[in-house]
């Protein structure tokens, strides 16, 4: 029983069924402006010509996804206006990265791309060891006005006025306000003052009072630790980690913000979250922090060692991106299926209100959900069974919609159909959610075995139920799951699952935890370059840069072609990209490194020899700085690079690094081909396979 659509993808064993579903707020979908039923409902299957015609006038008789003006039976009030309120912090560690200064151009960059029929609202405070209220008076003479909270202990409103303005109305105030920020908190008051306490809980607590009555979004950059009021965190990773201590450090320290985060979602509230901590901030506890995101539908966002150089671009792209892209406001989702088929496990960033209703205080089509079904076969009869999703919420014009997608997936007794439709890419993306949703409780150990059972049992059955004629002694797959072996063996091989002994992915207790909130949202596409990377040249020193400019409809881009993920792939003579699903490496080798480095600085550092790889890193993400002449390896570069950024989460980060450099271990350890310190190379993964498989299909 296995299906897919473009909505996502479902794949399943005999007993159960996996669903991946994509929840977009807006984009092309057949509309329906009537939300009447007639008495009579007419099948697109009828064999009358009137019917067939009837059938076609109605969309969702015979159309995959169709979407409803909402009556107002289905408003508990009035749709309330798009609010926006930033909660950014102003410490040393937020001022002296440039953390501060970016959020604030990010948000002012960002000003026109909001709902622009004059009904947004927007707000700003600022906390460090108090809490710092904006008003935002209309006008275009206005002032702004702050008024500071410092007991934090009891948080309240200090005025019920202009702390969340019509952007229409206070335009020059907000303008006014962000143009000041970065100089009304500079670095040597915040480090004479010794303003490193952090009272995001309260600052948190804040926002609730401000958004009870009208919901939104609010949007929080965090740069420390909290250290003062409700939410406080205590630093559970300076001690010397053991393995157990690290999955511990995947659990909330304390449940302030999970707890605030349903408080949240009841009032209609998301909240997204940026991490930019500095490098002498090593923890400042994702773990504890993120459900404030996860239960709202909100944005994680994490730059680690934040460095404006490095990561401004991407950061500003990233919250420009969180902004602009069409939002579906006061959102329920809600999927049923056929008698027989129940809806068991969710995955994604939501809180279940009930056994099947997900609350999506804000909705977009960055956000992905995943979804297990269960059969009884006893009560399925059908030659087939349908799985609906139907959302309901508001676009940024205040119109109440619902939007329905409906596919419809084949039954069948013949096992073999089964494996010859079936999906890799949605079977294993489907793995990663599950056993990443179970990291915080079992141990890796056993989350690896129960992933390498299933592909063994899989495989077995289809060896004893569908090959069994089939003399070949070697491993034999229907061509549909060729690929299965591969994307398990890398999904083992992956950051949070592989036995790390050597280090070589470095990651720290935070990076651990936000690699298990982004695979709540990653598509299969992403999740597939996890598990086996793309690993492509970008230049060479015998033929120069890779293909790489856009096509002639002005949208694709035609990429060079893909290596194995081997040791082969590196060659000092070229410049390799690696896209693991979740951040781009590119890799200078020891000859073409300098040569391409140079080429790419060209227009901005004649006559200078030195190379900065952050400046290379901005200049590959981003636009022209420097408004030279751009040199072709750039231009072709960069054309890969936008390209697939385009294609992954908001905020993937782009590292450089030399041959035999920092990252050395890191790319050499996302080659999943490739035998390591504490993992199987791929050949000897399948080897040990076809054992186990021949072992349990009692050959």
């Excluded at 009072?209 to 420390?224: D, N």
């Excluded at 450090?249 to 930019?276: G, M, W």
Aim: charge should be neutral.
């Amino acid at each position: 029983r296995q299906a897919s659509s473009a909505a996502g993808a479902a794949g399943a064993t005999s007993t159960s069924c996996a669903c991946s579903a994509t929840a977009a707020a807006a984009g092309a979908a057949p509309s329906a402006s009537s939300s009447t039923t007639p008495p009579r409902t007419i099948s697109p299957r009828s064999t009358t010509r009137a019917a067939a015609a009837t059938a076609a006038e109605r969309p969702e008789l015979c159309r995959g996804s169709v979407e409803f003006v909402a009556p107002a039976e289905y408003m508990v009030r009035p749709p309330m206006p798009p609010a926006y309120v930033f909660v950014l912090e102003v410490t040393s560690n937020a001022v002296s990265t440039g953390a501060l200064y970016n959020m604030v151009q990010a948000i002012r960059d960002s000003l026109d791309v909001l709902p622009d029929d004059g009904r947004t609202k927007v707000g700003l405070i600022t906390y460090d060891s108090a809490v710092h209220f904006h008003a935002l008076p209309p006008g275009e003479d206005a002032e702004p006005s702050v008024i500071i909270v410092s007991d934090v202990k009891e948080m309240f409103l200090p005025s019920p006025e202009n702390l969340v303005a019509s952007l229409a109305e206070c335009r020059p105030a907000f303008e006014k306000l962000l143009d000041r920020l970065p100089s009304m908190y500079p670095l040597a008051n915040t480090q004479s003052a010794g303003v490193s306490s952090s009272a995001l809980g309260p600052a948190v607590q804040g926002v609730s009072l401000l958004l009870e009555r009208t919901g939104g979004k609010c949007m929080f950059l965090v740069c420390s630790r909290p250290t003062v009021g409700n939410g406080a965190i205590r630093d559970r990773a300076s001690a010397t980690l053991t393995k157990e201590k690290e999955r511990a450090l995947l659990n909330p320290e304390n449940n302030f913000y999970k707890h605030t985060a349903l408080e949240f979602s009841r009032n209609q509230i998301c909240a997204d979250v940026v991490f930019c901590p500095p490098p002498s901030v090593p923890f400042v506890d994702v773990a504890t922090i993120a459900p404030i995101a996860k239960f709202t539908c909100g944005e994680v966002h994490h730059f680690p060692a934040f460095d404006a150089v490095r990561d401004a671009i991407t950061l500003r792209e990233a919250i420009k991106r969180d902004l602009a892209r069409e939002t579906g406001w006061e959102a329920v989702m809600r999927v049923r299926a056929s008698r027989g088929v129940k809806c068991r496990d969710f995955y994604g960033r939501f809180f279940l209100r009930s056994t099947d209703l997900m609350s999506l205080p804000a909705v977009d089509a960055d956000k992905t959900f995943a979804i297990k079904l269960d059969f009884d076969d006893s009560e399925i009869s059908k030659k087939d069974f349908c799985v609906q999703s139907a959302l309901l919420y508001t676009t940024s014009r205040g119109e109440r919609r619902i939007r329905v997608n409906t596919i419809a997936c084949p039954l069948t007794p013949n096992l073999a159909e089964l494996f010859f439709h079936a999906d890799p890419y949605a079977t294993v993306a489907f793995m990663s959610r599950s056993i990443t949703d179970g990291i915080r409780d079992r141990r890796v150990d056993q989350l690896r075995s129960s992933v390498s059972d299933a592909l063994v049992t899989s495989l077995a059955s289809y060896r004893k139920s569908v090959a069994k004629s089939m003399s070949n002694p070697s491993l034999m797959l229907p061509d549909s799951l060729t690929l299965l072996p591969a994307l398990v063996a890398g999904l083992l091989k992956s950051p949070l699952f592989c036995m790390d002994t050597a280090g070589s992915f470095g990651l720290k207790p935070d990076d651990s935890a936000m690699l298990t909130h982004l695979t709540d949202v990653l598509s299969v596409a992403s999740i597939t370059a996890s598990c086996y990377p793309t690993v492509i040249t970008l230049f060479t020193m015998s033929e120069g840069p890779s293909k790489g400019l856009k096509g002639p409809n002005g949208t694709d881009v035609e990429l060079p072609g893909a290596h194995d993920a081997t040791l082969m792939a590196l060659n000092p003579e070229s410049v390799v990209l690696i896209d693991d699903g979740r951040s781009l490496l590119v890799w200078l080798g020891n000859t073409a490194g300098p040569v391409f480095c140079q080429q790419v600085m060209s227009h901005v550092n004649a006559g200078n020899s030195s190379i900065d790889l952050r400046q290379v890193s901005g200049l590959l993400c981003g636009s022209n700085p420097g408004g030279g002449k751009e040199s072709p390896v750039l231009q072709r570069s960069r054309e890969i690079i936008r390209w697939i950024l385009d294609q992954r989460q908001p905020g993937t980060r782009l590292f450089i690094t030399p041959q035999g450099g920092p990252l050395q271990a890191r790319v050499e350890a996302l080659l999943v081909e490739e035998r390591t310190a504490s993992e199987s190379s791929y050949k000897e993964f399948m080897t040990t396979l076809q054992s186990k498989v021949g072992s349990k299909a009692g050959k």
